[in-house]
């Protein structure tokens, strides 16, 4: 009879107790199931498929598409006393054979080999002829379109399951989203595997997402209020704002280094080795900064700028409280952060198709910094995980914020854009609303539209927060070709028409502190 997989993790990996859902996993594809898994990096997905492979007779079959992790994760499992191998373009011919030979005679336990390799005539050949206990396709989201790290030789896996449909397959990802979800699942023939999607709460962390009025101040403010001893990293998506908010947090007696692309190699070291060595070290990075590091007890995470995704927004955040006790991810966003990253994604240099993921990516993490509800809620659930209360750990769930009905000012904001021929930016139509008279509104006659004053039931703070509002829930688009001319987008047709409501969340006063804020 096979060992366990308990007696397995403990006397072969030394680990006294399976994490989260690995031991539902393992029992799955030890007994001959398919398994698509989901997990944060970090949660545990190896062992998913390295215990399967050791109980199940025949050789266990890794996809890896990270070749300079191969070794390193060979040499470890050789350390445990298990017969692992790597198969990719690194080796030597006589060590390929060699290799070949080993898995053949079944001498090994774990064969990891470059999708590149496996997808060859010759290797399926050879898999043909081998025993295959399972298949593990690991980083599965390469086979997806829809996310970043499309890979071409991903979308051949498909022949695993025609070629060895009674083979077991075991697909791993940290990326979970719905849409690639599916086409993992489509693609790799995985439409009878147990989906395992878990792990992906970090109840610890307490998120707010503010809005950005004087970010310098208000990053001083948190500091001061919530960590003015602690070691915490602070995103900005620049190198130079990196200086400048790192040269200002040293102004203010922070211990806090700049880490960016453009430093030398050495200093980029010697900062990170002070935020790991010393105490209450803030180091002030562009996005380059963490991976690969782990230290434990990083109190806090603000970010100046906003990511890109969602994804990105989770695994930035997610360096904090890795040793389980109350850390902060805290971030401001506004306007300008909106348009310059709808910009960078319309500059690139990538076709339509991947342009129009990253914008979808992008209103994702903008419904995100939108949401009136729970974050933590609404952040799983991108990630698929259904969380059934609100934590009461986020901004919303601990001070809920205002809303207020705004479709008869949003009709009139877009009126007002419409009237001035989607020809003028933000703050022109806000002078119309507010029926002011400056000398360009008045020569260009502005002052006899129907528009002209019918918003001063608002003041311009409100106008602003209101035009962030319909920009980033895309009811009015940017032209930045023009200036920063504000248009209609389709979507405010059925407000214009007086067919939709719109509740939208009121900014709080900016006098008041998020420790106000929150009640305390
Ligand atoms: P992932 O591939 O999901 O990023 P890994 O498989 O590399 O994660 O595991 C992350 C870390 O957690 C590794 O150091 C691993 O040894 C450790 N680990 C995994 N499972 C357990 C467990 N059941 N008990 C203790 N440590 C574990
Ligand atoms: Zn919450």
């Known amino acids: 009879?096979?060992?366990?997989?308990?007696?397995?993790?403990?006397?072969?990996?030394?680990?006294?107790?399976?994490?989260?859902?690995?031991?539902?996993?393992?029992?799955?594809?030890?007994?001959?199931?398919?398994?698509?898994?989901?997990?944060?990096?970090?949660?545990?997905?190896?062992?998913?498929?390295?215990?399967?492979?050791?109980?199940?007779?025949?050789?266990?079959?890794?996809?890896?598409?990270?070749?300079?992790?191969?070794?390193?994760?060979?040499?470890?499992?050789?350390?445990?006393?298990?017969?692992?191998?790597?198969?990719?373009?690194?080796?030597?011919?006589?060590?390929?054979?060699?290799?070949?030979?080993?898995?053949?005679?079944?001498?090994?336990?774990?064969?990891?080999?470059?999708?590149?390799?496996?997808?060859?005539?010759?290797?399926?050949?050879?898999?043909?002829?081998?025993?295959?206990?399972?298949?593990?396709?690991?980083?599965?989201?390469?086979?997806?379109?829809?996310?970043?790290?499309?890979?071409?030789?991903?979308?051949?896996?498909?022949?695993?399951?025609?070629?060895?449909?009674?083979?077991?397959?075991?697909?791993?990802?940290?990326?979970?989203?719905?849409?690639?979800?599916?086409?993992?699942?489509?693609?790799?023939?995985?439409?009878?595997?147990?989906?395992?999607?878990?792990?992906?709460?970090?109840?610890?962390?307490?998120?707010?997402?503010?809005?950005?009025?004087?970010?310098?101040?208000?990053?001083?403010?948190?500091?001061?209020?919530?960590?003015?001893?602690?070691?915490?990293?602070?995103?900005?998506?620049?190198?130079?704002?990196?200086?400048?908010?790192?040269?200002?947090?040293?102004?203010?007696?922070?211990?806090?280094?700049?880490?960016?692309?453009?430093?030398?190699?050495?200093?980029?070291?010697?900062?990170?080795?002070?935020?790991?060595?010393e105490e209450g070290v803030v180091v002030v990075a562009t996005i380059a900064f963490g991976m690969g590091i782990d230290k434990p007890n990083v109190r806090f995470v603000a970010h100046l700028d906003l990511p890109k995704s969602v994804e990105a927004y989770y695994q930035e955040t997610g360096r904090a409280g890795r040793d389980g006790l109350a850390a902060e991810a805290w971030m401001v966003y506004g306007l300008q952060d909106v348009i310059t990253l709808r910009k960078l994604v319309e500059d690139s240099e990538a076709d339509e198709i991947h342009k129009r993921v990253e914008r979808h990516k992008l209103e994702a993490m903008l419904g995100l910094c939108e949401a009136t509800a729970c974050r933590r809620q609404a952040l799983l659930r991108y990630f698929g995980e259904e969380l059934a209360e609100p934590c009461g750990n986020c901004d919303n769930c601990l001070s809920p914020p205002a809303t207020w009905d705004a479709t008869e000012a949003a009709r009139k904001a877009l009126s007002c854009v419409y009237r001035t021929q989607q020809r003028f930016g933000t703050r022109h139509v806000i002078d119309v609303l507010l029926g002011r008279a400056g000398e360009r509104l008045l020569r260009l006659g502005h002052d006899r539209l129907s528009t002209y004053g019918i918003g001063k039931d608002l003041d311009e703070k409100q106008w602003l927060s209101l035009f962030r509002q319909l920009i980033t829930l895309g009811y009015l688009m940017v032209d930045h070709e023009a200036h920063g001319v504000v248009k209609l987008t389709d979507a405010c047709r059925p407000v214009l028409r007086g067919e939709a409501q719109l509740r939208l969340r009121r900014d709080p006063d900016p006098s008041a502190s998020s420790r106000e804020r929150r009640g305390a």
């Open 1 to 277: 009879m096979p060992p366990s997989p308990l007696e397995i993790l403990r006397t072969v990996f030394g680990y006294r107790q399976f994490r989260g859902p690995q031991a539902a996993i393992v029992e799955r594809v030890a007994q001959g199931g398919d398994a698509l898994v989901l997990m944060p990096t970090g949660g545990g997905k190896s062992l998913c498929y390295q215990i399967p492979a050791l109980i199940r007779p025949g050789v266990g079959v890794v996809v890896s598409p990270l070749i300079a992790l191969m070794q390193d994760q060979v040499d470890a499992l050789r350390q445990l006393g298990v017969r692992a191998a790597f198969l990719n373009s690194t080796l030597a011919p006589d060590q390929q054979r060699k290799v070949e030979r080993q898995f053949l005679d079944g001498d090994l336990d774990l064969l990891y080999v470059a999708p590149e390799r496996l997808t060859t005539e010759r290797f399926l050949d050879t898999l043909a002829r081998a025993t295959v206990g399972l298949f593990a396709i690991d980083e599965a989201h390469c086979v997806s379109q829809w996310g970043h790290d499309f890979r071409a030789d991903y979308w051949q896996l498909s022949l695993l399951h025609q070629r060895f449909p009674q083979i077991p397959r075991i697909a791993l990802t940290a990326t979970a989203d719905e849409r690639t979800r599916q086409e993992i699942i489509a693609r790799l023939g995985l439409e009878r595997a147990e989906v395992f999607c878990s792990g992906f709460d970090r109840p610890n962390i307490r998120y707010t997402i503010a809005d950005k009025r004087n970010p310098k101040a208000q990053l001083l403010h948190f500091l001061r209020a919530e960590h003015p001893e602690d070691a915490g990293i602070v995103y900005c998506l620049s190198r130079k704002k990196v200086e400048d908010t790192a040269a200002f947090l040293q102004s203010e007696g922070f211990t806090a280094l700049p880490y960016h692309a453009g430093l030398s190699s050495e200093e980029r070291q010697r900062h990170q080795r002070r935020f790991l060595m």
